[in-house]
């Protein structure tokens, strides 16, 4: 009775680990790469999800994340070209459904990780694998800062200065007007 208790707890933890993110649907070929839908619920709020290429091939067709189902969601970032990284933000939702695109045939095996986030805090982690016919979701290892997702930019000290010289002949104008 024990062991079967055990086993049952075992599988119940694996299920809920991965419960919040799913593929919807067939993935659909398209001319330049591949999308599938895809949907997150089931992990209380989210405002930010992030992909990242987990296979020695495959990589995000660009933009990474469209047609969400959520107003103001949109890809905010992504890294190389074509992506590995992919990052979308928008509004807090608790359910969105969107389409993640892949470069390549819908037949190429790939894998990929996940994390949503609210606020700071992770509130999913997913590994999804591809196989080139069929989705397996385990739960995921890829553990990011926020921060490390969003990048911060810097200006650049041309930027600046340009920006310092702009400022002063706006000033200068409006006191020539004046």
């Not at 928008?90 to 819908?106: E, N, P, S, Y």
């Amino acid at each position: 009775m024990g062991k079967n208790l055990s086993v049952v707890a075992v599988l119940l933890s694996a299920t809920t680990a991965v419960a919040g993110f799913a593929w919807i649907g067939s993935p659909i070929q398209g001319a330049g790469g591949w999308f599938q839908r895809f949907q997150e619920d089931g992990v209380g709020d989210f405002d930010l999800v992030a992909v990242q290429i987990a296979s020695p091939v495959g990589s995000f067709e660009s933009p990474t994340h469209r047609n969400f189902t959520a107003g103001g969601w949109s890809t905010t970032y992504e890294l190389g070209t074509p992506p590995t990284l992919a990052t979308a933000v928008g509004a807090t939702v608790d359910w969105m459904q969107w389409d993640i695109g892949f470069t390549g045939q819908k037949s190429d095996s790939l894998a990929f990780d996940l994390v949503a986030f609210w606020g700071d805090d992770r509130v999913d982690s997913v590994h999804a694998s591809w196989n080139g016919s069929a989705w397996g979701m385990t739960t995921g290892e890829w553990s990011p800062d926020r921060s490390a997702l969003v990048p911060v930019l810097v200006p650049t000290p041309d930027g600046a200065l340009l920006g310092a010289i702009g400022l002063g002949l706006v000033g200068w104008a409006k006191r020539k007007v004046s």
